[in-house]
């Protein structure tokens, strides 16, 4: 950019009236800066060697007019050479193009200069003048030059001598030829261009100089448009604007300029009066028309008139609205690139707390003001753009910051779902913890809680505009939230199925022991009458409960005869353990002797000689011995009381739960059975062996008592001690031994002495009486048999062996029978 001139008189002219009118029409404030402001500094924008510039953008900077939008104005000059253009152009703008030197008299302008306005946002092309001796014959450049201003310019300064007008064959007809020819090849496609609207056209604005006063203006004007006519009907036009007018894309306006040299006054009183036309935006001739503008941003100026010189240099056909379209879409694109980096910073700040799980309460809104800021920074600047483009760019823009915050809002919605389903677990448990409690009500009410907030959470981070859709994730998380109410279902059907299980157990094992202790036919039946009993209140407790636990009508079946089977199992598992060996053989053993051992009214057998102890023996070891197989299997007199209890195999659901290893196989009818014929066997061999033993006890008391000292033998001893008595009596000797004896008695008696002696005496008849015993049973002692003899080494003692097995059996019992009670009181 080349540093302005020196400011002549003119310039400093058009800087203080450009202070005057700001003053005037606008603020004192731009009106001070404008008078304060040095001409702007031009810029070569086509050099000579027809380079573009690249410091466009710069220099619009420097002039504030980068961010001007579309409050600029562009306008060209053309004309033949050293016709006083850039003259002009300094006096009417305030401009700092080169002067001919008059001295030298010669081209100035060169290729194509830019320069801002002084007092006003315009932005003035100086063009090389036409018909220049230094270009010659080439008219190459007078036809690019011609049209890159009109694809750019809002108004063009035909600017032309007086003595010009009329003189059709002149260079300025010939300008004008191409300036009417480039328009028509600019808008080709037709697009954008509507003549009925006025949209798009450009204004001629012929400046004639030199005007001596003798021609009026009027007159000038007829002509010229006489020859514009002439041309625009000599031009080959594009097929569907044959008929078209030059009026449907030009306006046109004349004016003249007195000479400038010799009547300096009045060319600067003029020139004053039609920078009027140019500055001041309220004059009622103001040259620029909203409908002349080009529509391109001034921050989009650099490449669209690069671009249109590119096509201009390479002699691409040049169609403006297509241009226009391409500079659009390529400006919408960066300001869109340019939002879309700020907007990826600030977004960038909620990727690591969101994939670490955390859940951010605010960020919705976030997402929200960010996505608003980079949309409000696209509208701004790419809003001046086609409009079309402008749409199309701003929905890529749209969705493209929506695809970059949708797995924030993604992540936000897993981690509030793995968040909420924490809580309900935790909520559900913790309820559950108490006491009275209903289970539906806690899961159905915890349940809305968590999706409630779950949706309140999803609605806060779900923006406007998108496609994003929380349905899928809140099914997610009510199958989630279901999975875990299931899984606590089936815990706390569990944990009530052990509770109803123990209570059952509780209130079969009296009346098992009762009626296993007591064997008979009626046995079973009374047992089996126990568990009906306790299975009918285990059924009822769950039914009650179930229906606190949403169990449906099929479950409550299937959890029903799984109640049946352990109910059944628990009932098996006190038989069984009722029927081990130990307690078997100690019931069995307790009922041989109460037939053996008691008579029927109870009383203990003392078994004497004449006792018939082997047909005893028989009755009850037989009678003992035909209970096993009553023990063996569970056969109730009355076969309604046996329950209905399903088996496993015939159930196709819990033989699935069998093969998963949660329920193991069940057949009813084989759990009838509690031990086999081995078994039997086993029980009966043993039973034997122990009423053996007790045989042999029977028969043993039999012979002790034939071993005691016989009464008679004492009426012997009187017999024979009848003549030691006589003596005694008869005796002095020994009769006065006895009055001692009788009065050492009275003595005794009188001194109250008699309790000891008495004490000792019975300790002293205690001890010769067991002498005296002692020596009877050694004198009259018989050798009896051995044991050994009688009964099998291996059986045991009935009194060593049983025992131990009969204070168990009694220690078995709840409630001791009353034959029980008989027996340990014997
Ligand atoms: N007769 C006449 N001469 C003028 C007028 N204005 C400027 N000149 C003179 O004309 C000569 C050329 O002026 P420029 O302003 O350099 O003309 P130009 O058309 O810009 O020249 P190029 O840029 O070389 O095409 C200078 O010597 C000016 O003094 C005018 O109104 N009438």
């Known amino acids: 950019m080349d540093a302005p001139p020196a400011a002549s008189n003119g310039l400093a002219a058009a800087a203080s009236h450009a202070a005057s009118s700001a003053l005037s029409s606008s603020s004192s404030a731009a009106a001070a800066a404008a008078a304060a402001a040095a001409p702007a500094s031009r810029l070569h924008l086509i050099s000579d060697e027809q380079q573009f510039t690249p410091s466009l953008a710069e220099s619009l900077q420097q002039w504030h007019l980068l961010d001007a939008g579309f409050a600029y104005n562009l306008c060209a000059v053309l004309g033949s050479q050293s016709t006083g253009k850039s003259t002009l152009l300094n006096r009417l703008f305030g401009t700092s193009f080169d002067v001919m030197d008059e001295r030298v008299r010669g081209q100035t302008t060169k290729g194509i200069w830019l320069c801002r306005a002084l007092s006003s946002p315009l932005l003035v092309m100086d063009v090389e003048g036409t018909d220049g001796r230094e270009r010659g014959e080439d008219q190459d450049f007078e036809r690019k030059s011609a049209l890159f201003s009109m694809a750019s310019a809002e108004v063009l300064i035909v600017n032309l001598w007086e003595h010009q007008v009329g003189l059709y064959q002149g260079a300025n007809m010939g300008l004008l030829k ?75 306006s004349f004016t003249t300029l007195p000479h400038k040299l010799l009547q300096p006054d ?60 391409l500079l659009a879409q390529f400006r919408c ?114 349940r809305q809680r968590a999706l409630a907030r779950f949706e309140a959470a999803a609605q806060a981070v779900q923006l406007a505009e998108t496609d994003w859709s929380v349905e899928e994730e809140t099914q997610q998380l009510a199958t989630a939230i279901d999975a875990i109410a299931d899984q606590c279902r089936a815990e706390e059907t569990k944990k009530m199925l052990a509770l109803i299980e123990r209570a ?21 039946d009374g047992v089996l009458e126990a568990f009906g009993k306790a299975l009918a209140q285990a059924e009822a407790t769950y039914l009650r409960k179930a229906k606190s636990f949403n169990a449906t009508e099929e479950e409550s079946v299937l959890a029903l005869a799984a ?81 209905s209890i399903p088996s496993t195999a015939d159930d ?23 031990f086999g014929e081995a078994r039997k066997a086993d029980v009966a061999a043993r039973l034997r062996k122990e009423a053996d033993a007790y045989y042999v006890e029977a028969k043993r008391s039999t012979v002790s008592s034939i071993a005691q000292v016989p009464v008679w033998m004492y009426a012997v001893l009187a017999a024979l001690g009848w003549n030691e008595a006589m003596a005694v009596l008869r005796s002095p000797l020994y009769f006065a031994f006895m009055l001692i004896l009788l009065a050492s008695a009275y003595v005794v008696y009188r001194l109250n002495l008699s309790g000891p002696l008495v004490q000792v005496s019975k300790a ?24 050994a003899m009688l009964r099998d080494d291996s059986a045991p003692a009935p009194s060593r062996a049983a025992a131990p097995e009969k204070a168990a059996v009694r220690e078995q019992k709840a409630a001791p029978q009353p034959e029980e009670i008989e027996l340990s009181e014997r």
Do not use: C
Not at 282 to 300: C, L, Q, T
């Open 266 to 325: 009045e060319f600067e009183r003029q020139v004053a009066q039609l920078r009027e036309r140019f500055v001041e935006r309220d004059h009622a001739d103001f040259v620029f028309k909203k409908e002349y503008h080009k529509r391109i941003p001034a921050d989009g100026l650099p490449m669209y008139l690069e671009t249109i010189w590119e096509q201009v240099m390479t002699n691409k056909d040049l169609d403006l609205p297509t241009q226009q379209e």
């Open 178 to 252: 191409t300036v009417f020819e480039v328009n028509l090849a600019l808008f080709q496609s037709g697009k954008g261009r509507s003549s009925s609207t006025g949209r798009d056209k450009t204004l001629l604005f012929f400046v004639i100089r030199d005007h001596v006063g003798a021609t009026p203006l009027s007159n000038l004007r007829e002509t010229l448009l006489a020859d514009l006519a002439r041309i625009w009907d000599g031009l080959n036009k594009p097929e569907g604007q044959e008929a078209s007018r030059i009026t449907d894309f030009f306006d046109l």
């Open 563 to 643: 109640l049946r089977r352990r109910a059944w199992r628990a009932l098996r598992a006190k038989l069984d353990e009722q029927t081990a060996d130990s307690f078997l053989a100690a019931k069995l053993r307790s009922v041989f002797e109460d037939r053996f051992r008691y008579d029927e009214a109870g009383t203990p057998r003392v078994w004497s000689p004449t006792d018939d102890i082997d047909g005893l023996y028989r009755a009850a070891r037989d009678e003992t011995l035909a209970l096993v197989p009553l023990y063996a299997r569970i056969e109730p007199t009355n076969a309604s009381l046996l329950p």
């Open 504 to 524: 059952l157990k509780k209130a079969i094992a009296e009346p098992t022991e009762m009626a296993l202790a007591s064997p008979g036919t009626e046995m079973w």
């Open 652 to 674: 196709p659901s819990h033989a699935a739960l069998v093969e998963r290893g949660e329920e193991e196989e069940f057949d009813f009818d084989a759990s009838l059975l509690l």
């Open 764 to 787: 002293v008849g205690r001890e010769v009486h067991r002498l005296a015993d002692g020596a009877l049973r050694e004198h009259f002692q018989q050798p009896l048999p051995q044991p």
């Open 333 to 446: 694109d960066e300001i869109a690139s340019a939002a879309f980096a700020v907007f990826t910073t600030g977004a960038k700040v909620f990727k690591k707390p969101i994939e670490a799980g955390q859940v951010l309460e605010t960020l919705g809104a976030e997402m929200g003001a960010l996505r608003s800021e980079a949309l409000a920074a696209f509208d701004k600047a790419a809003s001046r753009y086609h409009a079309e483009v402008y749409r199309r760019k701003r929905s890529e823009l749209l969705e493209k910051l929506n695809a970059t915050l949708s797995p924030l809002f993604m992540g936000q919605l897993k981690n509030t779902h793995k968040l909420v389903l924490a809580s309900f677990r935790s909520a559900v448990l913790e309820r559950l913890r108490g006491d009275t409690y209903d289970f539906a009500d806690v899961v159905s009410s915890e």
